[in-house]
T-cell receptor, first 115, second 112 residues
Framework: DSGVTQTPKHLITATGQRVTLRCSPR?????VYWYQQSLDQGLQFLIQ???????AKGNILERFSAQQFPDLHSELNLSSLELGDSALYFC??????????????FGSGTRLTVV | LAKTTQPISMDSYEGQEVNITCSHN???????ITWYQQFPSQGPRFIIQ???TKVTNEVASLFIPADRKSSTLSLPRVSLSDTAVYYC?????????????FGKGTKLSVIP
């Protein structure tokens, strides 16, 4: 157990639907990062939050959005789902700013299947 | 983060030592070299980090030559459970809260 909790582990939904993925960071970590990993693809950075505020955006589609709540958990909302959105979605957390490349902790991911 | 180049894939038999080399010609003075490991259907996990010479922990060793333009991750006596993708990342360990940028990594397949 890495300390980063992602729910649900698996999700199957139909095209056009909307889903919410949840991430609880490791205790004390203020930063949350979302990544998407499609089949045989690398990890693509989507978005980062730090202590409730959006800090950086990567290759995140307009149909996707995220937020980080006061208790520091984060949710990634995916809407108008397409077949190509099927992927593993990972959340990572990190403690204070400047904690270094070694300090990222990833969850076990949510596998989203769009049918 | 500095650009890195590593082999796409490697095969090894159980019990052998595996060395994965990463090139990072544009490494900056303040940059550290960090390796993550990702098992199938799991999130990446940190395995080792170094700045120069050699670093060893219970999982792996990291060899960094004097010019720091490359590094070698060494896995001693691999087993089937070492089958994973290994990512090399180079960046300033004390920098701000930027996102990790993963390349394709090296897919290591351990054969019985």
């Amino acid at each position: 157990d890495s300390g980063v909790t992602q729910t649900p582990k698996h999700l199957i939904t139909a095209t056009g639907q909307r889903v919410t993925l949840r991430c609880s960071p490791r205790s004390g970590d203020l930063s949350v990062y979302w990544y998407q990993q499609s089949l045989d693809q690398g990890l693509q950075f989507l978005i980062q939050y730090y202590n409730g505020e959006e800090r950086a955006k990567g290759n995140i589609l307009e149909r996707f959005s995220a937020q980080q709540f006061p208790d520091l958990h984060s949710e990634l909302n995916l809407s108008s789902l397409e077949l190509g959105d099927s992927a593993l979605y990972f959340c990572a957390s990190k403690p204070i700013v400047g904690a270094g490349l070694s300090s990222y902790t990833f969850g076990s991911g949510t596998r989203l299947t769009v049918v | 983060l500095a650009k890195t180049t590593q082999p796409i894939s490697m095969d090894s038999y159980e019990g052998q030592e595996v060395n994965i080399t990463c090139s990072h010609n544009n490494i900056a003075t303040n940059d550290y070299i960090t390796w993550y490991q990702q098992f199938p259907s799991q999130g990446p996990r940190f395995i080792i980090q170094g700045y120069k010479t050699k670093v060893t922990n219970e999982v792996a060793s990291l060899f960094i030559p004097a010019d720091r333009k490359s590094s070698t991750l060494s896995l001693p006596r691999v087993s089937l459970s070492d089958t994973a993708v290994y990512y090399c990342l180079v960046g300033d360990s004390g920098a701000g809260s930027y996102q990790l940028t993963f390349g394709k990594g090296t897919k290591l397949s351990v054969i019985p």
